[in-house]
């Protein structure tokens, strides 16, 4: 069964009888309207019943970063808290898949990988594959993972270090560049701030703790993530 986000009754009724939800909010549309799509599931959720849900939220969304995605992303995850719904949450970092953006991969292919941020930062990211896995990890051990919260990263690695992956992987030189955050703010001040925040303060997940105790949820690191890609 379908149901559009903003229709309580319609969720409601959609997840009536499930034994979980992956819930997923998007800042597409405005951020009140990403906090509005976050309160009406959870509003249906709860009238559903639903024993289990699964929250995917943003890492550090939680410590007050000031980036406006991720500070509504933790409006959703306070509002799920509040109606005291059984969940869990679950954070991805960056996305790996964000280099495969059409303007990202030609600029690979004359040899260049710009980022908003200095070569020498590293960055934690993870698949966007391997984030499903990881809900149904947690579906799988509701009774161990209900109220927690996980930031979720399976790599970490510096704008220099990813060209020189990207390099080996294409067979040709790929330089890293530092773009400037000032190049987002006519139009996304949003992203301005958050690649502010990764020099300033960066992801915080603890990949070898999550690693240890998710032994069974695929972990791609960067390099093999890239191998996996067509490039050309």
């Given at each position: 069964?379908?149901?559009?986000?903003?229709?309580?009754?319609?969720?409601?009724?959609?997840?009536?009888?499930?034994?979980?939800?992956?819930?997923?909010?998007?800042?597409?549309?405005?951020?009140?309207?990403?906090?509005?799509?976050?309160?009406?599931?959870?509003?249906?959720?709860?009238d559903a019943k639903v024993p289990h849900i699964v929250f995917s939220s943003v890492g550090?969304?939680?410590?007050?970063?000031?980036?406006?995605?991720?500070?509504?992303?933790?409006?959703?995850?306070?509002?799920?808290?509040?109606?005291?719904?059984?969940?869990?949450?679950?954070?991805?970092?960056?996305?790996?898949?964000?280099?495969?953006?059409?303007?990202?991969?030609?600029?690979?292919?004359?040899?260049?990988?710009?980022?908003?941020?200095?070569?020498?930062?590293?960055?934690?990211?993870?698949?966007?594959?391997?984030?499903?896995?990881?809900?149904?990890?947690?579906?799988?051990?509701?009774?161990?993972?209900i109220g927690k919260r996980f930031d979720l990263a399976a790599d970490e690695v510096s704008g220099t270090e990813m060209a020189d992956i990207l390099g080996?992987?294409?067979?040709?030189?790929?330089?890293?560049?530092?773009?400037?955050?000032?190049?987002?703010?006519?139009?996304?001040?949003?992203?301005?701030?958050?690649?502010?925040?990764?020099?300033?303060?960066?992801?915080?997940?603890?990949?070898?703790?999550?690693?240890?105790?998710?032994?069974?949820?695929?972990?791609?690191?960067?390099?093999?993530?890239?191998?996996?890609?067509?490039?050309?």
């Amino acid at each position: 069964m379908q149901a559009p986000y903003d229709d309580r009754a319609s969720l409601s009724k959609a997840a009536a009888g499930v034994d979980g939800v992956f819930m997923l909010t998007t800042p597409v549309g405005g951020i009140e309207n990403e906090i509005e799509q976050g309160f009406v599931q959870a509003s249906a959720y709860a009238d559903a019943k639903v024993p289990h849900i699964v929250f995917s939220s943003v890492g550090s969304a939680n410590l007050k970063t000031g980036i406006p995605h991720f500070e509504s992303k933790f409006r959703v995850e306070q509002q799920l808290a509040v109606l005291d719904l059984p969940h869990t949450i679950s954070a991805p970092t960056y996305f790996m898949e964000n280099s495969l953006f059409p303007d990202t991969v030609k600029a690979i292919a004359s040899g260049t990988l710009g980022i908003a941020m200095p070569a020498g930062t590293s960055l934690q990211m993870q698949s966007v594959s391997d984030i499903g896995e990881f809900a149904a990890s947690l579906f799988e051990r509701r009774s161990d993972v209900i109220g927690k919260r996980f930031d979720l990263a399976a790599d970490e690695v510096s704008g220099t270090e990813m060209a020189d992956i990207l390099g080996r992987i294409t067979g040709k030189q790929v330089v890293f560049q530092e773009l400037s955050p000032d190049m987002f703010r006519p139009q996304m001040e949003d992203m301005a701030l958050m690649f502010e925040w990764f020099e300033r303060v960066g992801y915080i997940a603890d990949i070898t703790q999550l690693r240890a105790k998710f032994q069974d949820v695929p972990r791609t690191r960067f390099e093999d993530w890239a191998k996996s890609q067509k490039w050309n």
